[in-house]
């Protein structure tokens, strides 16, 4: 009998890490779908006559429904049909068009996959990064004034530079908590928190004072330097642009990182179990340090990717909250960076699509901040979706750890 | 008489194990069932089965002749079953009182607790049954065999006719177990019926009534405690014949390893758990440093590996300072740690079994080139051990938690046995494991101490110490009371030295019968 019950089990124990994810995001949409249908006043309207019509009031849910995903997916994706009739005629500005909400959906995944990233890492070692935000904006803040104030550099070293300059003060900014930490014992959530508020206000008063652009009445920074700009592949609109693609490289560096080198494997075992960790000999002050920093500089790569990649300034309040969502992504993601990227696609997808949606359904872009709460409702309690399609639990492997509570 | 309880065909399945194989088992009223078997054996799930924690695939259970669906502990205790499990499910802040009342209060107006009536039956349960505690008394206040008793009473409290003990000499000095087998004793006199699981033999052959021998999720034999041997028993448990002594060479002791002057150390509570200790272990001997838990030997392991810092006096290991070395110098000095906790400090259990055979070294050549893990030197390395050490798993790509305690301890052992060591500190290595586990890691120890390492072994288990040491430490409240040859005393006279009495006082040792190895 158990013989028999082996491969099978074999498969479940395979598929189960992909599977709760995928079934989390369909039950969120189902879910998501129930909202829309109980905010739409014309569904509402003709649920009034349910006794009378029910099957007009199920076909007004449905509509609804319909419209606002299929909004969803022509806003994110594009339409299948527009793609082949571009295509088909060659003119480039027309294929470029067909192809511009894809396009769109990979840029707003982009800052995702960095920030997605720089939380996951923080989850390795046991540590919750609620600082994502902040040290996004310094990062953007830092790359922003090396793009704008060196000049005359070949775009192969003033991109890096920029780059690095946005890393380097992502990590600045975790830094701090890091060595609150370490040496304090103060928890990072707390503080991480207060470092974002100073990087907000500190942000607002470079942008009204230091870095304001003189020429403008808003609170924008001068554009950079073009040498510092990140290429674009596609002429515009189609912003599509090669941080995308440093984005996923660094995702694999930080993959090699974290589960191919020593200090990868500290780091984790740091945050598996710290008692064996400092059993081991490792020296878990400096692997907490270093697993904030990086986390600081990847959130700050994010930072850097939007003001050198997409908006070429800094402007108030430029980030729609990556470094928040991406908590949600990196949990969504199971902590490890190739979960991470395809999390992040899909959040991106679903920011970018639901401006669409709004405009078409009037669905208003919140629904989608629902789908992502819900997503990861059901991801955090994966209980729920075990019963909802009667799954067994199955011994999960090496998991990340989350966050080892307050205190110690 | 019909039997009081029963198990028919009790069939439990874990994913690629079969932990319960049609299990039948019968507890007759007002006896002791001894429940024989090595870990891994099913002793556990059986229990849990009959506790509620787990549903069998098949079988069922009747109490008193009555077929019972038991989904919960509370299932369970309505039935007249209560278990006292080996980590005590106590709230150490709260009186003995608060404790047994928990979950089934007794209220005045449906809002006040009634303490007075629940004391008032906690004095009662204790005369009846000569299990004397304080109903008063908060539950951090008192050692550890008192604390046992209060888990016993919780379970008269709320009626249970039929008691589990899960491995309940773990934790007691003999002393506290010779205690227990008094209340048991009482309790099957006046009707009472225990399921008593153990790994010790001698206990099972002086307490029981009936024995069953669980191995490999089959009950594969019943014994009578009165013709019995220990022998008999061990082979039955394990399945082949067993040394039960242990045979120890001569050995010459040499160099000074391990030197120790009047350390002191501080718990994390800022009590004074080691008070001035001064000892030495010499390579090729085997100091045991005997002790009821509690009275600093985990602290004095911690502070000799760099774990914890020593407040003043001196650690001096192969005749380097270590007063303040941290884990990662003591480590390359050449000493191995078995931990007290395996699963706190001496595994990562979500890690694969090959990332903890490395645990630490995973830096150092050949597992490491620079920064970057030699993924297949790690892998080879630990296959190697695997089959070295015998390690049952099914695989190095195993997480070490889903192994059993035994499995688990044999990859610290051969973790930390692989690499050339001068000095072995073993706490507790043989804990919770069983006969066949014991055998082999008493085994390891003998020959690091014949291939000329000194070995410190802090066990709470006297056999134990008794049967590997060649002289013997005995702490009690931070200090090191007596040293002394291990030949010359008995477990009596250490038991005394323990609970606290002046050597001076307690009359001569006699000379020591043949040392022998727990069970």
Redesign the interface.
């Given at each position: 009998?158990?013989d028999s019950?082996?491969p099978s089990?074999v498969w479940r124990r395979r598929l189960q890490p992909i599977l709760l994810p995928a079934l989390a995001i369909f039950t969120a949409f189902v879910f998501g779908s129930l909202v829309i249908v109980l905010t739409d006043f014309s569904v509402l309207e003709a649920f009034k006559n349910f006794a009378s019509a029910p099957g007009g009031s199920l076909s007004a849910a449905w509509k609804a429904i319909g419209t606002a995903y299929g909004s969803l997916l022509e806003g994110s994706l594009g339409s299948p049909a527009r793609m082949i009739a571009a295509l088909q005629s060659g003119d480039s500005k027309q294929i470029g068009d067909a192809f511009y909400p894809i396009t769109e959906s990979l840029v707003a995944a982009t800052p995702y996959i960095f920030a997605g990233l720089a939380v996951a890492v923080g989850f390795r070692c046991g540590l919750f990064n609620i600082g994502a935000e902040g040290q996004l904006f310094i990062g953007a803040i830092c790359s922003v004034w090396v793009g704008i104030t060196l000049k005359g550099l070949p775009a192969i070293v003033h991109i890096p530079l920029a780059l690095l300059a946005g890393a380097a003060g992502g990590a600045l900014w975790a830094f701090v908590p890091a060595i609150l930490k370490a040496k304090a014992g103060a928890h990072e959530v707390i503080n991480t928190i207060m470092m974002n508020y100073v990087a907000f206000r500190l942000s607002e008063w470079l942008l009204n004072g230091p870095l304001k652009r003189p020429e403008s009445a808003n609170p924008v920074s001068a554009f950079i330097q073009p040498s510092a700009e990140l290429p674009r592949f596609f002429p515009d609109p189609i912003r599509f642009h090669m941080g995308f693609f440093v984005a996923l490289g660094v995702a694999a560096f930080i993959y090699w990182f974290l589960f191919?080198?020593?200090?990868g494997?500290e780091i984790r075992?740091v945050g598996?179990?710290a008692?064996?960790?400092?059993?081991?000999?490792?020296?878990i002050t400096r692997n907490l340090i270093i697993a904030m920093c990086l986390s600081g500089a990847l959130a700050g790569l994010a930072g850097a990717n939007e003001v050198l990649g997409v908006n070429h300034n800094l402007a108030n309040a430029f980030s729609a909250g990556y470094g928040f969502d991406s908590i949600a992504l990196a949990l969504l993601g199971k902590s490890h960076p190739f979960g991470v990227v395809l999390a992040a696609v899909l959040f991106g997808t679903l920011r970018s699509g639901s401006t669409r949606m709004q405009n078409v359904a009037q669905i208003p872009v919140d629904i989608i901040s629902v789908i992502q709460a819900l997503v990861i409702a059901f991801i955090a309690a994966p209980a729920i979706i075990r019963a909802i399609y009667r799954l067994k639990a199955?011994?999960e492997?090496?998991?990340a750890v989350f966050t080892r509570g307050w205190g110690k | 008489m019909p039997p009081i309880l029963e198990l028919h065909g009790i069939t439990k399945?874990f994913?690629?194990?079969?932990a319960n194989d049609h299990i039948d088992l019968a507890l007759n009223e007002g006896e002791i069932l001894a429940l024989l078997g090595e870990n891994g054996a099913g002793k556990s799930t059986l229990m849990n089965v009959l506790y509620g924690l787990y549903q069998p695939d098949e079988g069922e259970i009747t109490v008193r002749g009555k077929t019972i669906k038991v989904h919960s502990p509370n299932d369970a205790i309505a039935a007249g079953v209560g278990m006292v499990h080996q980590h005590f499910m106590l709230v150490p802040v709260l009186t003995v009182t608060e404790n047994v009342m928990l979950g089934v209060e007794s209220l005045i107006g449906g809002v006040f607790l009634d303490r007075k009536a629940a004391a008032a039956r906690i004095r009662q349960i204790a005369t009846q049954y000569g299990l004397n505690v304080d109903p008063d008394a908060y539950i951090k206040d008192l050692p550890v065999g008192l604390q046992q008793r209060v888990e016993i009473i919780k379970l008269l409290y709320r009626n249970a006719d039929i008691l589990i003990l899960d491995e309940p000499t773990a934790v007691l000095t003999p002393q506290e177990a010779d205690e227990l087998f008094k209340v048991m004793r009482s309790l099957v006199s006046q009707g009472k019926s225990i399921i008593f699981i153990t790994h010790k033999l001698k206990e099972v052959l002086a307490v029981s009534d009936r024995i069953n021998v669980l191995r490999l999720g089959k009950v594969v034999g019943a014994a009578d405690p009165k013709t019995a041997t220990e022998t008999q028993l061990a082979s039955m448990m394990v399945g082949r014949q067993v040394e039960l002594t242990v045979h120890k060479e001569e050995t010459k002791s040499g160099d000074i390893v391990l030197q120790v002057k009047e350390l002191r150390v501080l718990d994390d509570r800022e009590n004074m758990m080691v008070d001035g200790v001064s000892f030495d272990v010499r390579s090729g001997e085997i100091v045991g440093v005997a002790g009821v838990q509690g009275n600093g030997q985990t602290e004095l392991v911690e502070a000799l590996?760099g774990?914890r810092p020593a407040l003043s006096g001196r650690a001096e290991i192969a005749g380097r300072d270590t007063t303040h070395a941290?884990?990662?110098?003591i480590?390359e000095l050449g000493v191995a740690?078995v931990?007290e906790?395996r699963q706190?400090?001496?595994?990562?259990?979500?890690?694969?079994v090959a990332?903890n055979m490395v645990?630490?070294t995973?830096?150092l050549s050949p597992f490491?080139r620079g920064?970057?893990?030699q993924?297949p030197e790690v892998d080879k390395a630990a296959a190697e051990r695997v089959q070295q050490f015998d390690v049952r798993t099914p695989g190095i790509a195993t997480?070490a938690g889903?192994l059993s305690g035994g499995n688990q301890q044999k990859v610290i052992v051969a973790r930390e046995f692989s690499r050339p060591i001068k000095l072995l500190i073993a706490a507790q290595p043989t804990r919770g494991l069983d006969v066949g586990s014991i055998e082999y890691i008493h085994g390891r120890i003998i020959e690091k101490r014949g291939q000329g390492c000194a070995v410190l072994l802090v066990s709470t288990e006297l056999d134990e110490v008794l049967a590997l040491s060649d002289r013997i430490a005995v702490m009690y409240r931070g200090r090191i009371v007596a040293v002394v040859e291990a030949a010359e005393v008995t477990k009596e006279y250490l038991g005394l030295l323990m609970a606290g009495v002046d050597p001076a006082t307690i009359a001569k040792p006699r000379k020591g019968e043949q040392a022998q190895a727990v069970f």
């Open positions: 009998m158990s019950q082996a089990l191919k080198t020593t200090l494997f075992t598996a179990n008692s064996a960790a400092k059993y081991a000999g490792m020296n199955v011994g492997g090496e998991g | 399945r994913p690629g194990v079969l590996t774990l941290n884990p990662r110098q480590v740690h931990p906790d706190r400090d001496g595994l990562v259990l979500s890690y694969p990332d645990l630490n995973y830096y490491a920064v970057v893990i993924q997480s889903s």
